[in-house]
Structures are given as C-alpha cells and as structure tokens.
C-alpha cells in the first residue's frame, strides 16, 4: 500500500502557517511506476534513506502543506514516487521519494538514468535511531551515485532531532560526518564531499536545510547574493532573505551569517501575509490570488527591530529585517527595491533567453546545473 495525496479531504483550518491548501503547487502529482514512466528532463532532488527515517514526510511537510503532526500516519512507500515542484513556484524540479528497501543489486532498475540527471540526492538519517545500519547505506549509495554522476551534491540529513538534547545533537552530528568521511576514504573515495545538516520537521530547520540545498544548485546564486548585498548596504538593512513564497525556500540571502531565529521570523512573517491577505484580500472570481504585485508589509516589532516584506515577484518576495531607525528612510528603502526587483527581472530574462537559445538547437536540460527551468514569468 502507499499513500495517496487526497486534496480535497484537507481543509485550511485557520492558522498561521498552514497555507490554504490552494495556494500551494497544486495537485500532487500522485505516483509513477519508475520502469514506466518516461524520462523527464527537469532537474532532479532524490530523497533516499532507510526505511522510516522521514524521507515522505520531509517531502509533504517542505511541499505539500502537511502539518508535521499528519505525517504520522503516512503509509510506507514502496515504489519510487516522483513529484514535480512545477506548478506555481520559481524552483522548478523534480523530487524522487525512494522506498527504504530499495536494493542497489536489483537490476530492474535503471541507475544510469537515477542518477544521470539527478541535481542533488539528499541522503536522510533517522538520528534518534541506531545509524550504523544507516551509515553503510549511505556510503553504498553515494559511491555508486558518484560513479555514474560525479556532479551530484551529496547532502546528509541528520534527521529527527527534535528528540535529541543539544549535546546529544552536536555529538551525532560529529560522529556520523566522522564515520561516513572514514568510510568514504577507507572505499578510496576522498574526493567526495559530503554536507551535514541537522533536520526536524517539528521546526524551520527542515526549511533550511532544503533552502540550502535548493540553492547549491541555482546558477544565478552568487548575482543573487550580490545583489541583496547591494540594498542592504544602501537601505540600512541587516538581513534580507528572497523568498519562495509558496514552499518558504529562501532562494538567497546576503553574505551575513543567517541566524535560524531570522529566519524563523520572515518566514511567519510570510504566514502572516498570506493568511490576512486570503482573509481579507478582495477575491477576484477566477483567480483569487493571496500574494499578488500588490503584496507588501511592514511589521514594527517590540525589540526594535522591523519587518518588511515587499513582492518581487509572482512567486518571490524579499524580506528584509532593519532597525527601526532605520525605517525613517522609507522612501529610500522603495526606490532601492525597485532597483533590486529590475535587477531580478533582468537576471532572469537573460537565463530565459540562454534557454530559449538553446532549447532551439536541441539541447534539452538534463542538469541539475539548469534548476530553475523556465520558472519565473517577468512581472
Ligand atoms: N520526531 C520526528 N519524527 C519524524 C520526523 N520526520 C518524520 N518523522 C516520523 O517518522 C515516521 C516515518 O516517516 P516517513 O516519512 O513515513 O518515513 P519514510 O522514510 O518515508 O519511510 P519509508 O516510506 O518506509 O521508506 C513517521 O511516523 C513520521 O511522523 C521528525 O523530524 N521528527
């Protein structure tokens, strides 16, 4: 048996942080039959791990809205389960849930094809259980993915650690990064590297890590980075982050140390947005939109400290953290995003138009190097 997404069953039940079911990626694509399906060219994330170490729930918890409480009750997966994060988000992949069986010596499946176009494989290790059964399967995994891609990022969650005190947290995060480099080095695969991050579905971290990896594989991050650096420096802002509205991904942010508690902030700043705004926004009758060009709030905190969220786009918004001193200059502040937002559309154009250029000599994106596919329409 395997799970299946029923939409309609999920009402919005009013709170901050569960979007309307609506205002998300749309229906979930349900599941393929890997043998059969065809090979699609979007750029792929794989989630892979044992058995029950969370891999569906990360994928339903980060994608689809499912409050973390609901995923208790999700069934095994058995077969691979594409979904594509197409529908109304800028980020524009596939993601493969991985059955915790799956045996690497079954030659009905085709690793050629897994791993050629895969971007990054995400491998998830259930922390509040033993891992060494876990380790083993992660160095069989990497070493194989590699060997057929050696362009993969190899990203290792550490995952469930809502369970774990924090020295207990930090001592497992050291002792799983030390076996599995040994393992890599004793297999004579030192030139893997391999990311850890610390991952719950309970909190922002799961968020953050996807950010994260999301971002290793958009071309365009370090124009990106640059330019937030820009109007942080000419409006007095301290942290700005850039959005993915829907999936709470922040694509980018500026060179400062990202703080989880900032980022926990903007992104129940956006819950907020959202939340009002289909409350109390008007709704126009075919396309009720929650987050539109007129999209924008300022949030004046009792610490000082302001939040601004302004919309760059049909799916990006900027959210900025600033003294209040700072907020004086408003004006200044609206004219240095506009700089930013024609900045964006002109990155992005010039990626539409490489695309398009070379769509029509027939090369087809088979590169997680290519993530963002045609995902932003120039507002
Ligand atoms: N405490 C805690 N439990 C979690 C977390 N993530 C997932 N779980 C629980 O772990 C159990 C297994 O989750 P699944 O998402 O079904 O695991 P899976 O890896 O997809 O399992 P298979 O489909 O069998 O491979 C569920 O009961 C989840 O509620 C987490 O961050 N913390």
Same mark, same amino acid.
């Given at each position: $048996?395997?799970?299946?997404?029923?939409?309609?069953?999920?009402?919005?039940d009013?709170?901050?942080?569960?979007?309307?079911?609506?205002?998300?990626y749309?229906?979930?694509?349900?599941?393929?039959?890997?043998?059969?399906?065809?090979?699609? /060219?979007?750029?792929?994330?794989?989630? $892979?791990?044992?058995?029950?170490?969370?891999?569906?729930?990360? /994928?339903?918890?980060?994608?689809?809205?499912m409050?973390?409480?609901?995923t208790?009750?999700l069934?095994?997966?058995?077969?691979?389960?594409?979904?594509?994060i197409?529908?109304?988000?800028?980020?524009?992949f596939q993601i493969?849930?991985f059955?915790?069986?799956?045996?690497?010596f079954?030659?009905?499946?085709?690793?050629? $094809?897994?791993?050629g176009?895969?971007g990054?494989?995400?491998f998830?290790?259930?922390a509040?259980?033993?891992?060494?059964?876990?380790?083993? !399967?992660?160095n069989l995994?990497?070493?194989?993915? &590699?060997k057929?891609?050696?362009?993969?990022?190899?990203?290792?969650?550490?995952?469930?650690?809502?369970?774990?005190?924090?020295?207990?947290?930090?001592e497992?995060?050291?002792?799983?990064?030390?076996?599995?480099?040994?393992?890599?080095?004793?297999?004579? &695969?030192?030139?893997?590297?391999?990311?850890?991050?610390?991952?719950?579905?309970?909190?922002?971290?799961?968020?953050?890590?996807?950010?994260?990896?999301?971002?290793k594989?958009?071309? /365009?991050?370090?124009?990106?980075?640059?330019?937030?650096?820009?109007?942080?420096?000419?409006?007095?802002?301290?942290?700005?982050?850039?959005?993915?509205?829907?999936?709470?991904?922040?694509?980018?942010?500026?060179?400062?140390?990202?703080?989880m508690?900032s980022?926990?902030?903007?992104?129940?700043?956006i819950d907020?947005?959202?939340?009002?705004?289909?409350?109390?926004g008007?709704?126009?009758?075919?396309?009720?939109a929650?987050?539109?060009?007129?999209?924008?709030?300022?949030? !004046?905190?009792?610490?000082?400290?302001?939040? &601004?969220?302004?919309?760059?786009n049909?799916?990006?918004?900027?959210?900025?953290?600033?003294r209040?001193?700072?907020?004086?200059?408003?004006g200044?502040?609206? &004219?240095?995003?506009?700089?930013?937002?024609?900045?964006?559309?002109?990155?992005f154009?010039?990626?539409?138009?490489?695309?398009?250029?070379?769509?029509?000599?027939?090369s087809p994106v088979?590169?997680?190097?290519?993530?963002?596919?045609?995902?932003?329409s120039?507002?």
């Amino acid at each position: $048996m395997s799970y299946q997404d029923d939409e309609e069953e999920v009402t919005f039940d009013g709170t901050a942080g569960s979007f309307p079911k609506d205002f998300g990626y749309g229906a979930f694509d349900g599941e393929h039959d890997i043998l059969s399906a065809s090979v699609d /060219q979007k750029p792929r994330i794989l989630l $892979m791990g044992l058995r029950r170490s969370g891999k569906s729930s990360i /994928q339903k918890v980060v994608f689809h809205k499912m409050s973390p409480n609901e995923t208790l009750f999700l069934e095994s997966t058995n077969k691979i389960v594409k979904d594509d994060i197409n529908n109304s988000s800028f980020v524009q992949f596939q993601i493969w849930d991985f059955p915790g069986q799956i045996d690497f010596f079954d030659s009905t499946f085709d690793y050629d $094809m897994i791993f050629g176009g895969c971007g990054a494989l995400i491998f998830v290790i259930d922390a509040q259980d033993d891992y060494m059964e876990a380790l083993n !399967k992660l160095n069989l995994t990497v070493t194989k993915a &590699y060997k057929i891609n050696p362009n993969i990022k190899f990203e290792v969650f550490i995952h469930k650690v809502d369970g774990l005190g924090d020295d207990f947290k930090m001592e497992s995060q050291r002792d799983i990064h030390q076996r599995a480099t040994d393992d890599l080095n004793d297999s004579g &695969y030192d030139q893997i590297h391999l990311s850890f991050h610390l991952t719950s579905i309970y909190d922002h971290s799961i968020f953050e890590a996807f950010s994260k990896v999301v971002q290793k594989l958009i071309p /365009q991050l370090p124009v990106l980075e640059n330019l937030l650096n820009i109007v942080n420096t000419n409006s007095a802002i301290e942290k700005s982050f850039l959005f993915d509205v829907v999936s709470k991904i922040y694509i980018a942010t500026d060179s400062t140390p990202v703080d989880m508690q900032s980022y926990e902030l903007c992104c129940d700043m956006i819950d907020v947005v959202i939340d009002v705004s289909w409350i109390y926004g008007v709704k126009e009758e075919q396309d009720p939109a929650a987050f539109d060009e007129q999209s924008s709030s300022l949030i !004046k905190l009792n610490n000082g400290t302001v939040l &601004y969220l302004r919309e760059v786009n049909k799916f990006l918004a900027l959210v900025c953290i600033l003294r209040d001193d700072n907020c004086d200059r408003k004006g200044l502040i609206d &004219y240095n995003f506009l700089c930013f937002r024609n900045a964006i559309q002109q990155v992005f154009e010039l990626r539409n138009q490489n695309q398009s250029a070379l769509n029509s000599v027939g090369s087809p994106v088979v590169n997680g190097n290519n993530l963002i596919d045609g995902g932003i329409s120039p507002t």
